[in-house]
């Protein structure tokens, strides 16, 4: 199965929420159970990548999806390096809360694909209200790495998961001139 061109905001009457799979618990629980709600209370926003076809109850299988929301974090959180350059009060972030891809689509490229796609999004919106660095919240050592690899650098470590950040500055230059 082959998905969607496009990213569109979670629907509840467009996206099968019920059969997403990506092997972890913890977002196979979100993306059915709490995506919806986090939106409706105006504290998140989730992205879904659906399949190209619908199911035969017309829904739309989820192959890929992100969440962001906006945060802040303590400058004592980071590297000395770039602390002395910011001010004392809370440095507003934005956080990528969730990002996953059904097991189905996994080992195609498409985790890569949806990292870009929240990075382009949170680029955008930085242009109208800014933020100095994406942060991301690991579940696990494998996670970890998938976002290292894209120059994620690790902010702290609590209660087992590491917490990982890009400067929007490296951000920008991912998307100058698209």
């Given at each position: 199965?082959?998905?969607s061109?496009t ?14 799979a990506?092997?972890?618990p913890?977002?196979?629980?979100f993306i059915?159970?709490q995506?919806?709600?986090h939106?409706q209370?105006?504290?998140?926003r989730?992205?879904v ?9 017309g829904?739309?299988p ?5 969440t962001i929301?906006?945060g802040s974090?303590s400058?004592?959180?980071l590297?000395d ?10 440095v ?5 809360a ?7 689509y ?7 694909a949806t990292?870009?796609k929240?990075?382009?999004h949170l680029?955008?919106i ?8 994406v ?6 050592e494998n ?5 290292e ?6 902010l702290?470590q609590e ?8 400067p929007m500055?490296t951000?920008k230059?991912?998307f100058?001139g698209?």
């Amino acid at each position: 199965m082959n998905w969607s061109k496009t990213f569109t905001e979670l629907a509840r009457a467009i996206h099968d929420r019920e059969s997403f799979a990506c092997g972890e618990p913890e977002l196979d629980h979100f993306i059915t159970s709490q995506a919806l709600r986090h939106m409706q209370a105006g504290i998140s926003r989730t992205m879904v990548l659906p399949a190209a076809k619908p199911l035969p109850d017309g829904k739309y299988p989820i192959c890929a999806f992100y969440t962001i929301a906006p945060g802040s974090i303590s400058r004592k959180t980071l590297p000395d390096r770039l602390a002395k350059k910011l001010p004392g009060y809370p440095v507003p972030v934005f956080l990528l809360a969730q990002l996953a891809v059904h097991q189905d689509y996994k080992g195609r490229g498409l985790g890569k694909a949806t990292l870009i796609k929240a990075l382009e999004h949170l680029y955008d919106i930085n242009a109208h209200m800014r933020a100095y660095a994406v942060i991301v919240d690991c579940l696990n050592e494998n996670i970890t790495a998938f976002y290292e690899q894209f120059g994620f650098e690790l902010l702290s470590q609590e209660n087992g998961r590491d917490r990982l950040f890009l400067p929007m500055k490296t951000v920008k230059l991912l998307f100058d001139g698209k």
